[in-house]
């Protein structure tokens, strides 16, 4: 059975995929690069109204673009050779945190 977390692990995974894209696509020069960003995106953008269905939007959304934050700036430091600076390692970690608290706070309540 497919849960709720698997459509947003899928939907996150297609977004940081069209999101890659967008960066080889090199200002749309690249045409495959630019018809995948909107394949990747329609694909994520449809699968996570399927999230939705079991989990809370705030809570979904949270994840989404925490961990799609957090992916894509490990992708762009590791794959595009971007700086990892101090204040980007400390600033994702605070985004996890968000992330985190979120969560806890239905919980918590």
Known sequence: MITGYMYLAAAIFFELCGTTCMKVSEGYKNKLATVLIFVFYGISFSIFP????????????????GVGTAAITVIGIYYFKEPATAIKMISIFVVMLGVAGLNLSDKLA
């Open 50 to 65: 399927l999230a939705l269905q079991t989990i809370d939007v705030s809570i979904a959304y949270a994840i989404w673009s």
